[in-house]
């Protein structure tokens, strides 16, 4: 099978998406036709986090309307689709898990519904697949896989978001004449968090300084003019043997940090502007050194000739820059930062890039 057109739906956590994507191309590379991302952040503030439920209700609002505006941008007509009224598409993808079950169901029942009325083949795809599957987009900016460039096995993945830390090896097919393909990509977990994911821990030390959800940007924006060697607080886990991650004791950290600091201050005002700073930058650095100590060991353990980084905290610009400055040679790709949080387009890359093989190679 060669290129195939798809129509993506991804609803796994806050964000409605839809996308329409062709790939692979002879290099092993997704094209992007369109991309359009519904975010619930400001529903999700009031409550400072996500209720599954409350998601999925919002999803059910607005799944229409995104798949109508992907399709629309990618220049599909004006949706009056229906049955026996197809959009020239091949098949239709949506994330099956893991994610928040409640919205998951939305895009994936929107997605068999227009799979069946439109007669297309309907594609289940892992969100984890996704995040990774992104470095395959060759457009965007940063480090983007430029289109006749290819992976170098076997690579070591870190995906950072609101809900995942996860380390991965990824190794390409015994031979690596293009086209390869995802489908035939070996994935093996190395290690993953037991508590918060790195995105949580950025997002409840930003609401204990104050920052509205999700903080992650916003903290590491009031990082900038602060020292980060001004407290010293916890690196869990940076020094134990297995590639796992845990977060949950820093925020605990930060958290007396401050009832402390507030005490100390009488309770005469709120924090003090250059201690709110420092604070955020030291707990950045804390968080970014274990990512990085983490990464950078499992790379050269693992013998990685590329490090793909991936997921909303790789917008992260001091994480990228320390990766970058211990990884020396050894590539790291990190797609494009609309590529990097949840989007439909990768989870149509995943589809694309799994279909492409025979049938029977499909796992
Ligand atoms: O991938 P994503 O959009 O959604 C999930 O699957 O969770 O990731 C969102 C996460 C949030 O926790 C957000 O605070 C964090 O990524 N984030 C950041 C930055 N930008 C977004 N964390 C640290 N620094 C940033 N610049
Ligand atoms: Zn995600």
Known sequence: ???????????????????????????????????????QADLHARTAGVVPEVAARAHVEAVTFVVDDAL?????GSGAWG??????IDAVAATVGPGLRPALV??????????????????????????????RIHDGEEGRMKKEERHRFPAVVLIVSGGHTQLWRLDGPTSEVPPFNFGSWKLRLLGQTRDDAAGEAFDKIARLLGLPYPGGAALAKLAEEGNPAAFNFPRPMADSENE????????????????????????????????????????????????????????????????????GVAANARLRERLREALGVVPLVVPHPQYCTDNAAMIGAAAALRSSLPERAQR
């Open 1 to 39: 099978m060669g290129a195939m057109r798809i129509l993506a739906i991804e609803t796994s956590c806050d964000e409605t998406a839809a996308a329409v994507v062709e790939g692979p191309d002879s290099g092993g590379n997704v094209r992007v036709l369109s991309n359009v991302v519904a975010s």
């Open 72 to 76: 629309r941008a990618a220049g599909m």
């Open 83 to 88: 049955m026996g009224t197809a959009p020239a």
């Open 106 to 135: 939305i895009g994936e029942s929107a997605a068999r519904a227009l799979a069946v009325a439109w007669e297309k083949q309907f594609l289940p795809v892992n969100h984890l697949a996704g995040h990774i599957a992104a470095a």
């Open 244 to 311: 796992d991650f845990s977060f949950s004791g820093l925020k605990t950290a930060v958290y007396y940090f401050l009832e402390r600091s507030k005490k100390n201050e009488g309770g005469r005002k709120g924090l003090d502007e250059r201690l709110r700073r420092d604070v955020a930058a030291s707990a950045q650095e804390a968080i970014v050194d274990v990512l990085a100590s983490k990464t950078i060991r499992a790379a050269a353990r693992e013998d990685a000739r590329e490090v793909i980084l991936t997921g």
